[in-house]
């Protein structure tokens, strides 16, 4: 009875110090700086992910897997239907407005009547979320796409990323998504080397330098933008299911009316059956799988906030038309629903609920204030934001002090 009492006592005390010591290690988690990994894709529909859409003829099973693990936000926008104008409000928190930036850079407008000045940079005064991490001891590096200014002094190791891994002027892989890249800020790759893994590739890199200090990862894949070109065995397995897909004969496109400028019908795709589009967004999908398994293997997933979002809505009604943003409206360059609603998921580990949803209202200028939030960073007093922090929604709250959104 003896020897069972004292076994009894021993079997206490191991399960708490194993308590104790579990305790201890939550709290040290707690207590380290929360990295930021932010990924974004170009050109991406809300309805391209088969986390907001249960038919989608795509298979993205890694994005699915980060909203599983997060918070998906089913009301999620980009302040503008075109790339730079978002890309902008995302770096400043601020609506890219504010500096006459409506266009995509270096883009010109023609049409039926004159239009307004625009701007076609991001000016060096802004304060970027680069520079606010920097500021407060984060490392930083830009991976990807940047066009948020033509020369060389507006690229992002100009704007507080300490790296600079893809990112210049052009809003397209110039050289296309296989290796030569014809990209100063690339390095030399071997022919045919495929885009998103180069870029993935240097991502963990970056990872494997920084894991031991607390550092703002942003990766800003080219994909899905044009042009159309994907992975041989993608695009295989894609031109087989679409041979399925379509056997029910039902059209891939459909008429629409246009009230202005013209009052011409245009062509908009309302099925999503491209073989091409749909093997680029499963290579991009990889290529997100990758970094967050890195996050595991590297044991820092548990102090990482990691971000996806889509810089403006897919291409329904332009440039190939190759994915249906249906049951929304319009996409890219359109400000009907399908422009400017995203994928827009945020994992917090310890923070957000797995799988959970929120319907509220919310836009790309709120990046900026919530990751400075979750980081327990605070904003420069001067400091102009039109953004608010959603950490209150993150932490499981059901409403933002907000009266209005704008475009």
């Keep these: 009875m003896r020897l069972t009492f004292r076994l009894l006592a021993i079997s206490i005390l191991a399960v708490l110090a194993a308590g104790f010591s579990g305790c201890a ?3 040290a988690a ?11 894709a170009d050109d991406f529909g809300w309805m391209d992910i088969g986390a907001n859409n249960p038919d ?21 926008y980009a302040a503008n239907p075109v790339c730079s104008p978002t890309r902008f409000s995302i770096m400043t928190g601020k609506y890219p407005t504010r500096d006459a930036a409506t266009d995509w850079f270096t883009g010109r407008r023609t049409g039926r009547f004159n239009h307004a000045a625009y701007n076609d940079f991001m000016p060096l005064e802004e304060v970027t979320l680069g520079e606010a991490f920097k500021a407060h001891g984060y490392r930083t590096a830009f991976v990807g796409k940047w066009h948020l200014g033509a020369t060389e002094d507006l690229w992002p190791e100009h704007q507080g990323f300490d790296i600079n891994v893809g ?11 296989f290796a030569p890249f014809d990209n100063p800020r690339l390095p030399a790759y071997p022919k045919g080397t495929h885009l998103p893994k ?36 993608l695009v295989k397995k894609y031109e087989a299911k679409r041979q399925q897909w379509i056997a029910d004969g039902r059209p891939e496109f459909a008429e629409e009316e246009q009230v202005w400028p013209t009052d011409k019908k245009r062509q908009v795709r309302i099925r999503q059956c491209h ?3 749909a093997a680029m967004v499963e290579a991009m999908d990889e290529q997100i799988g990758r970094v967050l398994d ?21 291409l329904s009604t332009a440039e190939g038309s190759p994915t249906s943003n249906l049951p929304l409206r319009g996409g890219k360059g359109w400000l009907y629903e399908g422009g400017v609603r995203e994928p827009f998921i945020i994992r917090w580990p310890g923070v957000t609920r797995p799988g959970s949803r929120c319907d509220v209202p919310v836009i790309s200028t709120d990046f900026y204030p919530t990751l400075l939030d979750a980081a327990g ?14 950490v209150p929604l993150l932490k499981g709250g059901k409403s933002l002090k907000r009266d209005a959104l704008f475009w």
């Design 377 to 390: 960073l605070p904003p420069r007093p001067e400091q102009t934001l039109d953004g608010v922090s959603l």
């Design 30 to 40: 707690a207590q380290r700086p929360l990295n930021v990994v932010f990924i974004l």
């Design 198 to 233: 180069a870029l993935t590739d240097e991502s963990l890199k970056i990872m494997d330098r920084f894991k031991d200090d607390p550092f703002l990862l942003y990766l800003s894949f080219y994909s899905v933008h044009t042009p159309l070109q994907g992975r041989e065995d």
């Design 275 to 277: 073989a091409v589009y």
């Design 56 to 76: 989608c003829f795509y298979e993205t099973p890694n994005i699915n897997r980060l909203a599983a693990s997060g918070m998906n936000f089913t009301a999620g």
């Design 294 to 314: 890195h996050l595991d293997e590297l044991g820092i997933a548990d102090h990482t906030i990691v971000v996806f979002m889509s810089d403006n809505g897919g």
């Design 25 to 27: 290690s939550s709290r």
């Design 167 to 177: 990112g210049w002027a052009a809003g397209s892989p110039k050289g296309g998504y």
